[in-house]
């Protein structure tokens, strides 16, 4: 009666070392090529708004520490056609990618070595917004140069008179998404600013303001 073949333990051990080199090989090619992906980056099919990119993978992608306006509002279509012309058809390098509160993704994006994130901030086309990056200070250093050389939204979109109808000087203000309104004579009238940019507006008449849905300041006489 036969008997079955055994491997030695001293072939095990040779065979061990014969593979472990591939394996360890194997790992460091898989990482190189990882990594030649992520420095060439992805394709920028779209542009959604002047925060919002779409990716080539149809994924949405949003910038981190910034707010772009909506697109009906002050600002909105002149910050999309800024991001546009940073990113389209081109590839994008994306940092430090987190989760929204909707679990969709917002990072730092990079066009070769150039932040978009910082250049849409320098420009006044969007808001800074707080958060931990490793950009943070350079970002924040950005939007507060933009928002003091009255550039992009904090010149044409931010006001305290009505200089483009000087007939409606009803400030329309929100404040914790409540929306106020300010008549002149009011308390806080000659000091509310009107930002269109998040959707604040000037009327002409009190019906025009509470037909926007906005009330009479309790500041007012």
């Not at 360890?24 to 959604?48: S, T």
């Not at 600013?193 to 500041?219: L, M, N, P």
Request: hydrophobic share 40%; aromatic share 6%.
């Amino acid at each position: 009666m036969g008997t079955k073949a055994s491997i030695s333990p001293r072939l095990t051990a040779i065979l061990a070392l014969l593979f472990i080199p591939s394996i360890i090989l194997n790992a460091i090619l898989l990482f190189r090529e990882q990594k030649v992906k992520q420095d060439q980056g992805v394709g920028v099919i779209a542009v959604y708004d002047g925060d919002t990119l779409i990716l080539d993978n149809k994924e949405r992608l949003r910038l981190r520490q910034l707010d772009a306006p909506e697109l009906t509002y002050c600002g909105g279509a002149e910050a999309k056609a800024a991001l546009e012309k940073l990113v389209s058809g081109k590839r994008v390098r994306i940092t430090e990618q987190i989760p929204d509160q909707q679990g969709r993704g917002m990072a730092l994006v990079y066009v070769g070595d150039t932040l978009v994130n910082k250049k849409l901030l320098a420009g006044g086309y969007v808001r800074y917004h707080h958060d931990t990056t490793s950009q943070a200070q350079k970002l924040k250093a950005a939007a507060d140069e933009a928002k003091g050389n009255n550039l992009g939204i904090f010149g044409a979109c931010m006001s305290m008179t009505n200089t483009k109808n000087p007939r409606c000087v009803i400030k329309g203000n929100i404040d914790r998404q409540k929306k106020i309104y300010h008549m002149p004579g009011c308390t806080q009238y000659p000091f509310a600013v009107v930002e269109e940019d998040i959707g604040e507006a000037w009327f002409c008449t009190e019906k025009d303001a509470q037909a926007a849905g906005y009330v009479k300041s309790e500041r007012c006489p």
